[in-house]
T-cell receptor, first 113, second 112 residues
Framework: GAVVSQHPSWVICKSGTSVKIECRSL??????MFWYRQFPKQSLMLMAT?????????EQGVEKDKFLINHASLTLSTLTVTSAHPEDSSFYIC?????????FGPGTRLTVT | QQQVKQSPQSLIVQKGGISIINCAYE??????FPWYQQFPGKGPALLIA?????SEKKEGRFTISFNKSAKQFSLHIMDSQPGDSATYFC???????????FGSGTKLNVKP
């Protein structure tokens, strides 16, 4: 199947700083990528849909000024958590659509201290 | 309203047994129903998926059964192995993957 990578796999940052997470489709082009958030022992919560060349679509309750999404190319989407707070600590997972299937990245563990 | 309901929350099966996880969905417009396997600290991996034009799909030890009229689908893992111990999520949504909904997850433990 298609491969989606994320970088970094884990990151620790201080409260008030910003952190960028990259999501790449390695062997296919993806006009649409998704960003999810997952709390421990819970399901995936869709945060936003990232479309190449256009603004992201955010789900209700997700602060678009806090979670900046940029889909700069057909293989790269980035999520920037701005002015991070401890409550932003979570497991962030991206996914990309390859023709008929959705493939997920390995996730990024963010810890805000 | 919860769009996809998954049960059971946890499941313990002996090695060699059959694991069965069930999901029910609300929206009749959904036409893509995948199952994902997730190990701790990893992203979900697509296991098997079905579209509503068939009632069953089998890939190796994994089978999806789909009942369109009842709006239910299930995952059957035959000859369950300890390596299958993971959390399984069902999902449902439109074929274009816009607005995808996940079940709450089932933690499977296969005893050796």
């Amino acid at each position: 199947g298609a491969v989606v990578s994320q970088h970094p796999s884990w990151v620790i940052c201080k409260s008030g700083t910003s952190v960028k997470i990259e999501c790449r489709s390695l062997d296919f082009q993806a006009t649409t990528m998704f960003w999810y958030r997952q709390f421990p022992k819970q399901s995936l919560m869709l945060m936003a849909t990232s479309n190449e060349g256009s603004k992201a679509t955010y789900e209700q309750g997700v602060e678009k000024d806090k979670f900046l999404i940029n889909h700069a190319s057909l293989t790269l989407s980035t999520l920037t958590v701005t002015s991070a707070h401890p409550e932003d600590s979570s497991f962030y997972i991206c996914s990309a659509i390859d023709t008929y299937e959705q493939y997920f990245g390995p996730g990024t563990r963010l810890t805000v201290t | 309203q919860q769009q996809v309901k998954q049960s059971p929350q946890s499941l313990i099966v002996q090695k060699g047994g059959i694991s069965i996880i069930n999901c029910a969905y609300e929206n009749t417009a959904f036409d893509y129903f995948p199952w994902y396997q997730q190990f701790p600290g990893k992203g979900p991996a697509l296991l098997i998926a079905i579209r509503p034009d068939v009632s069953e799909k089998k890939e190796g030890r994994f089978t999806i059964s789909f009942n369109k009229s009842a709006k239910q689908f299930s995952l059957h893992i035959m000859d369950s192995q300890p390596g299958d111990s993971a959390t399984y999520f069902c999902a449902a949504g439109p074929d274009n993957f816009n607005k995808f909904y996940f079940g709450s997850g089932t933690k499977l433990n296969v005893k050796p």
